[in-house]
């Protein structure tokens, strides 16, 4: 009988025991939890931003002006409004292997002749991203001369008779644009140019 009794002491103060040591670890394993940081997870990748430069859209039009002795562009970028950047509309059939050019806005001041000295302001725009590649309104308006050491002969051929005030579009083949070289970003071997210029001062 006392062997029994102390079987059963035994036996209860091991069930106690064992009771006591889960609770014990169960609340060492709730403290450690909530003490733990919260799991972070970092992204593989990072978001970059870009830089707008001009607008590029698809809407072709309707009221360009084409320019004597030029073939025409058959489907111009939008006049938009002058003093301000414009819109640019890069064709996506095959380009044209001669010089095309369209009025957007006609000039009401000098009309401008090769070896002038100009100030004018400009978007680029190329066949080979069909994106703008640079724009003068970022920054501050270009000075140049309209000759051949200064200007690609797109400009030099395609700007003649362009009044101040006025804004022209140029699509400009490789043979007069920068032929088989690279110049820089975006512009690559044997591209087609697609330049808007606006004529704010001669002299």
């Keep these: 009988m006392q062997k029994k009794n102390k079987r059963r002491q035994s036996l209860r103060r091991g069930v106690i025991a064992l009771v ?38 698809t809407k072709c039009s309707t009221s360009a002006f084409a320019v004597t002795g030029f073939a025409t562009i058959a489907c111009a970028s939008p006049g938009g409004t002058s003093g301000k950047a414009p819109t640019m509309v890069i064709p996506t059939t095959a380009p044209s292997k001669s010089l095309e050019v369209a009025d957007l806005i006609k000039g009401t001041g000098a009309a401008i002749k090769k070896n002038d000295k100009f100030t004018a302001q400009y978007v680029l725009g190329t066949y080979s991203t069909h994106e703008i590649v640079q724009s003068s309104w970022t920054s501050t308006s270009m000075s140049s001369t309209l000759n051949a050491s200064s200007l690609i002969p797109g400009w030099v051929d395609g700007l003649v008779g362009m009044k101040v005030g006025g804004r022209r579009e140029m699509i400009i083949p490789p043979s007069l644009g920068y032929g088989n070289t690279s110049p820089g970003t975006g512009i690559a071997k044997n591209d087609t140019l697609v330049f808007i210029v606006d004529l704010l001062k001669i002299g």
Excluded: E, H, M, Q
């Design 20 to 57: 006591v040591a889960i609770l014990v670890i169960g609340s060492a394993a709730l403290f450690f939890t909530k003490s733990s940081p919260p799991t972070v997870t970092i992204p593989t990748t990072i978001a970059t931003t870009t830089t707008t430069i001009g607008t590029v859209s």
